[in-house]
Structure formats: C-alpha cells, structure tokens
C-alpha cells in the first residue's frame, strides 16, 4: 500500500503540486519518496528513503523544472525501505519512468526473462520490471507509440497495480492504469491528476473520475481519455464532485481509521495471497527442521501465535509454544539454544519486549524467524528471514487488518508445512486453500451483512461493566482477541478463557444479564461448547455467539447471535469469526462517546520494555 501521484499542468511546475499531494498521501506509506518530471524532453529525478519532510528537507523536492510529474511515497513490501528501492524506478536509458501501488505476482519470471534480454536490473522490487518490460516492448515494435507500448505491457503484468509513467518519447502525457490497486483522477482547469486517492488532489479540486479495473488512461494538456487494457476501446465517464473535507478524506470518507482498517480486511488479505513463494518456502524449511519453535509477540500478535500453535499442531503436527514476549526471557532464557527457533511476529516490528526476546534467543544462537507488517523495521533486520504481512500502514492503534493478515500467512505457512511433511491428504490441502482463497470474500460478506446488528448489539450493552469472551480449541485466540479489542478501545474489564475453564473458576462471576461472548464456529469443539452455553444460561448469563449462518442449534440457545457465512475450516476460522468482535469493540466505544482510533495510555507500537 503505497501513495502514487501525477499531474499534468497547463502553467506552473509540477513539482510543488506534486510534493504537497505525497504529503497528503502519506498515511498510504512513508518508507520512500520520489518525483520525477519532464523539461524540454527530458526526464528530471529526486528520490530517497526516509518521511517526506526529510527527504525534502535534504533534497528540496519542490525544485524540479516542467509542468508533468509523477510521484510516489512508498510502504515497502518487495525489497527494503532503501533509495535504491525508491520509486520512481526506470529501464535502462532512464527514458521511461514508473511509480506503482500494489504486488506484481509474475515479477520474477519477466525479470529473469529480460535479464536475459540484457536489461539491468537495480532494485530488488516487483515494480522495476514495468518500466523494463516497456522499453523492451518498443525495442521489439519500434512503431508503437508510448501509450501503446504501456498497453501491450500491462497485458503480461499478474496482480494488483495502479501505476503512472512517463517517457520522453511522448513527453506530453501521462499514462496510468488500474488493476485492482486503487486509481481515481482529478481534473481542474488548470490541469489534470492521476492518484491512489482523492485526499491528494482534494486541495485543488472536488471533480473526480473513478477509474476501474482493467482501464488505462492518458493524461495530457488536451485532458484524460480513459481506454480498456484489453482492446483499447474508448471509455467515456464525466467527473462526479466530492463532498468531502480534507480530513474526511484520509479516512476515505469513513469516522475513524479503525473502522476504515476493518473494512479494509478483503483487500488485505487479498494481498496476504500474493505472498514471495521464495520466502514462504524458506520459512517453511526453517520451521520444518526445528526441533522447538516458540511463537513470540505481544498483545494482539501474540493472539495470532496462539492461533497459529493451533494450525501447526493439526496441520503438520508440528508442537509450537506461543510465548508472551515479555515473559520470554524469564521463562525460556536459560533453555533456548542453537536448536531453538522463533517465529516472532510483530505488525510494527519494533516492540521492545518482543525485539528483547529475539535478542536474548540470537544471542544463545538459536534461529530467528520475523512475521511483521513493516519492511525494513527493527525484526526485518535482525530476523535470518522474514515474510511481510502486506497489509500496508495501520494508523488505528487497536490492530485489526494487520492481525487476519497475520492469521493469513500463519495458516499458508502451516499448509505448506503440511503439504512438505506430507501430513494431511492433498484434497484437505486443496480445500483449505481454496478456502483461504475464499476468506476476503467471506469477510467482505461479513462487514456488509452483519455490521449494523452488531452496532444494535454494542448499544445495548455499552455500559456494562465486565464481559467475558470464551471460544474452545482454536477459537480460544479468537476469544482472546475480542477480549482485548473491548478492553483497549472501550475500556470495559473484559476476561477470556478456554471455555472449559469455565467451572474451574470463573462462572462464579456470572449472575443474571451477565454479557458472554461465545466464538463458535460448527469444528470438533461444537457440541461440547453448547454445553458450556447451556452452563452460562443456566446462571442467568446474557449469551452472545458468533455463529456460523444457519447455526440453528446455538441460535435457539442464546440471547444474541451474528451470523458469518458457513463452511470455514476451523483452522482458518479465527480470521472471519473475530471480524464481528473487532466491530463490537468499536461500536461499544464509539457508544460510549470514545474515540477509537486514539485509546487512553495506548501506543500504536510500544518501544519500551
Ligand atoms: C493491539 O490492538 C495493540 N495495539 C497491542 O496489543 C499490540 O498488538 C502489541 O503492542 C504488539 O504490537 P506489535 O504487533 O507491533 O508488536
């Protein structure tokens, strides 16, 4: 998830307009940035790692001479957050430039395929193959215009893309394109915009034009022309106005980040399945060899080890041990040794209690693995391979798309595991991924169907001063999860256990009303976990379950039920099964007058012990 951007002016430089619209994009990613525009036929470059104000600050990104620019600022998914890897990146000659937004999945093989064609390659990117595959484009048909050239190219691209080149062989125009990564346009009178999302060109006009999937477009002094990749046919759409304030807009129109970030969730995972082969099968082989792995994190990614302790062990019957990172040390200090390793995961990377853990493990040799969501973080680098969780810049401090994005990779790496130790049947192997293939859908159908009751059902029990949240197997992380979502944001004292535990202490709290949330998805721990509702009916308890659609057995049980679409596996269940309490965590608090994007004496990433 990164920031792309470009403009073509009738009268002023392009740069400013360019510089201040990355600014506004910022929130999209800030590991890089760069602006490259076009004078007098020739192409202009700055770029560099680091925030924009820094990188301005050294290089001035206001001082680059010619009214047409593209720009980008950059969330770092394929090669570290370094100048090298800044886009935007060129072809050989540095005629052709290209800023991109989203995961080129066959990036590999058209790289090997034009290095063999003697292009050089610089960065370790997806995106450098576009320009590259351009330039050989019209190496190969010297008559294709520019525009063409990009035609023909996009049609060997696999994946998402919203990208934006520029080339002096037609130095008057833009072209961009659309495959599933965000693209809209801008127009004014003083000019036309091209940029992953309105807050960039707000500013300077509210007339925007939504691009599609499979669309390209020119941009030039005479306006846009919008044209299908496929067939180049013409495509006509007017601009629509946009009724939004600027603040409005970073949030994509919606009130606060954590609600966007949950709506995001198909997206994300989405990109969770275009994962580097190469680094998932080297995970695998690390954790294939082990011979002890502990899953360490904190708070929410801890959740996620505890889930992923569940995949590993049915799945590859692999025993993992999730470790609380701050209890690492203290607990496994002594013991860990060069034939332990650890699979830490972490959405900012940089969690001093989970980092002290690696540290302590490393330095006692043994092998350290990273889950992250931030490239070129803390545990990127010390981490002997790490696998992005792509799920770009969480801004909510309560983590929610990073957290299905981590239960997304946890579950491909406990299938490929599988698939390696030949534990499970190759026809489970394929319906389990079929299903993980299926999730953004069925999360989708989740936000979309059963958001407004679980609003009804937050209202109703906003002011209630304790709740309990109980799963059984691997539901339990999803009981820990939602436990913690209500804490963190709407500051009500919640408890979670296995729902087994229940008589062995807890139920003593429960008398009449008392709110329990049941995870239940229809798994081996179904029938025994109606007994545990049964138990809490039978001491007045208020039930809430998240179900599986049609779930009539627990539906004529308990007092409230949200329904997710049916036939998840139960490995993969905590992923749509905690999409409900991570919005009833945000509608308690938004109920209770709170602000969920911001909860009291809470970091977004904790960077002390
Ligand atoms: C989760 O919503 C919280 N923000 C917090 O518990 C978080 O998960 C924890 O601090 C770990 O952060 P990390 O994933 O960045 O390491």
């Known amino acids: 998830m990164c920031g792309i951007f470009g403009c073509v002016l009738k009268e002023e430089n392009a740069a400013p307009l360019i510089h201040s619209s990355l600014k506004r994009l910022e929130y999209r990613g ?7 525009t ?5 192409i202009y470059l700055k770029k560099d790692q680091g925030k924009i104000d820094d990188v ?7 001082d680059l001479p010619g009214n047409i620019g593209i720009g980008h600022t950059r969330w770092a998914t394929h090669g570290a957050p370094l100048k090298v890897n800044a886009h935007p990146h060129s072809d050989c000659t540095g005629e052709i430039m290209v800023v991109h937004n989203g995961i080129i999945e066959n990036f590999m093989e058209l790289r090997s395929e034009l290095q063999n064609l003697d292009h050089t390659f610089v960065s370790k990117t997806d995106t450098e193959v576009i320009p590259h595959l351009i330039e050989q484009t019209l190496k190969q048909n010297p008559q294709l215009s520019f525009v063409a050239a990009v035609q023909e190219s996009l049609k060997r691209l696999e994946g998402s893309y919203a990208l934006a080149a520029i080339s002096t062989k037609e130095p008057d125009k833009i072209v961009c394109a659309r495959n599933e990564s965000p693209l809209v346009l801008g127009v004014n009178g003083s000019g036309v915009f091209c940029a992953s999302d309105i807050p960039a060109f707000l500013p300077v006009t509210n007339k925007a034009v939504m691009i599609n999937n499979g669309e390209l477009v020119v941009l030039s002094p005479k306006g846009y022309e919008i044209r299908k990749i496929q067939d180049g046919s013409l495509v006509s759409r007017e601009p629509e106005t946009i009724e939004w304030t600027a603040e409005m807009a970073v949030k994509q129109g919606y009130p606060h980040f954590m609600i ?3 709506h995001e969730q198909p997206e994300t995972l989405r990109n969770t399945l275009r994962m580097q082969e190469h680094y998932l099968d080297l995970l695998t082989t690390f954790l294939d ?8 994190a904190c708070g929410t990614s801890y959740h996620a080890c505890l889930a992923a302790s569940y995949m590993f062990s049915k799945l590859a019957f692999l025993p993992t041990y999730p470790v609380y990172a701050s209890e690492f040390i203290e607990q496994h200090g002594k013991s860990v040794n060069i034939d332990s390793t650890i699979l830490a995961v972490s959405q900012s990377g940089e969690t001093a209690d989970t980092l002290a853990a690696v540290t302590c493990a490393q330095q ?21 391979v790490y696998i992005g969780t792509q799920a770009g810049p969480e801004i909510g401090v309560a983590a929610t798309k990073t957290f299905t994005s981590q239960l997304s990779v946890l579950a491909q790496l406990a299938l490929r595991l599988a698939k390696k130790r030949g534990k499970i049947s ?4 394929d319906l389990l991924e079929q299903q993980l293939c299926q999730l953004p859908v069925t999360v989708d159908t989740i936000v979309r169907t059963q958001e407004e009751k679980v609003r009804q059902i937050a209202e109703k029990f906003k002011d209630r001063e304790v709740f309990f949240f109980l799963g059984r197997g691997i539901s339990t992380a999803t009981a820990f999860e939602g436990r913690l979502k209500l804490m963190e944001i709407a500051y009500i004292p919640s408890i979670a256990f296995p729902a087994g535990e229940s008589k062995h202490g807890p139920i003593s709290l429960v008398k009449e009303g008392f709110p329990v949330v049941f995870a239940c998805p229809r798994d081996d721990c179904h029938k025994t976990l109606i007994g545990n509702i049964m138990e809490m009916k039978a001491r007045g308890a208020h039930v809430i379950a998240i179900i599986e659609e049609g779930d009539e057995d627990i539906k004529s049980l308990v007092d409230d039920y949200v329904e997710v679409p049916r036939g998840i596996a ?3 269940s905590p992923i749509p099964f905690v999409v409900p309490l991570q919005l009833l965590a945000y509608y308690t608090a938004l109920g209770k007058g709170l602000d969920p994007d911001m909860p009291r004496n809470l970091a977004k990433s904790v960077t002390v012990k």
Request: zero cysteines.
């Open 426 to 429: 190759q026809d489970e192997i």
């Open 260 to 262: 966007k970030e949950i």
């Open 289 to 296: 060899r082990a011979s002890e792995v502990f899953l360490v």
């Open 364 to 384: 006692r040799a043994a092998t350290i693995l990273g889950l992250t969501n931030v490239i070129g973080s803390t545990l990127t680098r010390i981490s002997r």
């Open 570 to 572: 139960s490995v993969l």
């Open 56 to 62: 301005h600050r050294a290089l001035n990104l206001d």
């Open 38 to 42: 076009i004078a007098d036929g020739k």
């Open 30 to 36: 800030y590991d890089s940035v760069g602006i490259a």
